[in-house]
Each structure stands twice: as C-alpha cells, then as structure tokens.
C-alpha cells in the first residue's frame, strides 16, 4: 500500500507546502498517522479518500507551521535570508522568462491562494481526482468544490498577472 | 476571441500555445502577451498545474515506514497496561462489599440487608465488566 501511493503522497506534499524539504519526514508522518487511524477506520469510505484526507491535513499543518515561522523571522537576524526573498535585488528587468521562472511565479501565485482551493486545484489537476472524489475528501458539497476551483483558477491567472514584474527581476 | 489572431504585440496565440506545451522559451513580447490574453494565460496555466512535480523518494522508504510501524505499536501496548487496574479495583470492592454481607454485623446479615448488599455488589460487577474492556481498548 506504501508503494502504491507514495508518489501522490510525496507530491501532494511537494505541492502543497511549496517546499521539499522535510517531504520525507511529512510522508512518514502520513503513512503513521494513516496506520494509527486504522484502528478506528470504519470502512464507511474508500482507504484512499481516507489516505487523501490525512496527506491534506499534514500538508496544512506544515504549511500553517511554516508560514508562524516566517511571520516571526527578524529582519536582524543574519540567517534568515529575507534579502534574498525581497524583489529587485538584482537581474535584468528585460531578460526573457524561461520556463522554469514561469513554473517558480505559478508556484508563488499558488502559494498565496486560500487552503481549500490550492487543495481543489491540486487534486483535480495534479492528481486528476474528479469532483465527485475531492466533494468527497473534503467532505464539500460539488457545487463548492466547482466553485473553488473555478475561483482558485481566476485568482491565480490575476497573482500571475499582477506579479509579473516581480517575477522578471528576481532571480 | 484573441485565438489565433496576430495581436498588438504581433505574437500568434496559436504558436505560442505550442511553445507553452513544448517548454520552450518565450521572447519578451511573448510574455508580455500572455498576461494580457485570457487564452494564452489559460494553456499556460492549465499545463502548469496539470504538470506532476518531480520527486526523489527513497528506494528504502516503503521499507522504513513499514518497519517504524511495530516499534509504535508496542509502545502504544506499554502505555494501555496500567489501565488493568481499573478492573481489577473494581472487582475488589465488589468482593468485599460480598464479605461485608455475609460475615459483616448483624443489619447487613438480615435477608433484607443480604439482598441490598448483593444488589449493590452485581451492580459493581456488572460495572466492572462493562467498563473494562472499553479501558483496555482506549
């Protein structure tokens, strides 16, 4: 079952958190939490929703983790590197965006969506789950989960627009 | 529609729908084209989210989880073996509250007192099996 399912679990993660470090360790916590859950599993819906839903809410945590850490990063602090996450710091304003800049700013824009429609947009699109299966995981009705996808596509179609000039100079 | 039409920026959506999936690099117009067609924005980001991340897992991995599986569930049985004392107790006081009754002084010796102490003690008892298992199951 681990093999089965380890590269949706590791790339959830990757997506998700918008990182790849520590992925292993998320991963495991995923599979442990899904055993220890086991116990009280009643079959009443699908393993994989169930693996879905855990692989989800791991990947919130990390992300609410991360995001209390940064907010309390220091500007003193030499270890930090806010430098080098401000815009502008270098580059060429007219340098042509490659495709992997592309890539990093459609990351970014994700990164900046509301949980449930990164969730949404993840699993319909990476994953390829139907509506009927992420209504499912989140536990939302279908309409909702058609509305945050639709919504999570509109917004980051304008982050990717309005964050264009920040993409093109930071490298 | 902006499809297929040579725009402002002389950029043909068409050909650059196919530089989008072909991964190739976009001159500047293109770009700057992109943010403003709703088309051209729509492959790129469509493609971009359809595109599954690369991930290096472990080859040992599965292995890994599998064996820190065993090593949590003998601490979890560690950790629920106090809990057999619940019953245990319970049991105690069911037996003395019997003893109380049948060797105990006189009020508790008449057959009224004999059929109110064994009430009280099968209703400890039945307190103590009903709860037990749920202790050593939690």
């Not at chain 1, 679990?9 to 520590?22: A, D, I, N, P, Q």
């Not at chain 1, 042509?96 to 449930?116: N, W």
């Not at chain 2, 619940?86 to 009020?107: D, Q, T, Y």
């Amino acid at each position: 079952m681990i093999r089965e399912h380890q590269g949706f679990v590791f790339r959830t993660l990757v997506r998700l958190t918008g990182s790849r470090e520590h992925v292993e360790d998320l991963a495991q916590e995923v599979f442990l939490r899904l055993y220890r859950g086991m116990e009280s599993f009643r079959g009443d819906a699908k393993m994989t929703t169930y693996l879905y839903r855990i692989t989800l809410n791991v990947a919130q945590d990390e992300w609410r983790r991360r995001r209390k850490e940064q907010s309390h990063t220091s500007f003193d602090d030499p270890d930090a590197g806010w430098e080098d996450r401000l815009p502008g710091t270098g580059g060429d304003a007219e340098q042509i965006l490659s495709s992997k800049q592309r890539m990093a700013g459609l990351e970014r824009a994700l990164g900046e969506l509301s949980e449930v429609e990164r969730q949404v947009i993840v699993m319909f699109h990476q994953e390829e789950l139907t509506y009927e299966n992420i209504a499912e995981v989140l536990s939302l009705p279908l309409n909702t989960v058609r509305t945050h996808l639709h919504r999570g596509r509109k917004r980051l179609k304008e982050r990717l627009r309005e964050g264009r000039t920040v993409c093109a100079i930071t490298t | 529609m902006r499809d297929h039409d040579i725009n402002d920026h002389g950029v043909n959506c068409e050909e650059l729908h196919r530089a989008v999936r072909e991964g190739r690099e976009l001159s500047r117009d293109q770009s700057e084209h992109m943010e403003d067609c709703e088309s051209c924005l729509d492959v790129f980001v469509t493609l971009a989210l359809d595109a599954k991340p690369e991930v290096e897992i472990p080859a040992d991995f599965a292995a890994r989880v599998a064996a820190e599986l065993p090593a949590r569930q003998e601490k979890q049985i560690a950790v629920h073996t106090p809990r057999h004392w619940g019953l245990i107790s319970a049991m105690a006081v069911a037996l003395v509250v019997l003893v109380v009754c049948f060797l105990g002084p006189k009020p508790a010796n008449s057959w009224v007192g004999q059929v109110f102490v064994m009430l009280v003690a099968s209703e400890i008892a039945g307190l103590a099996l009903w709860l037990g298992p749920r202790w050593l199951g939690r």
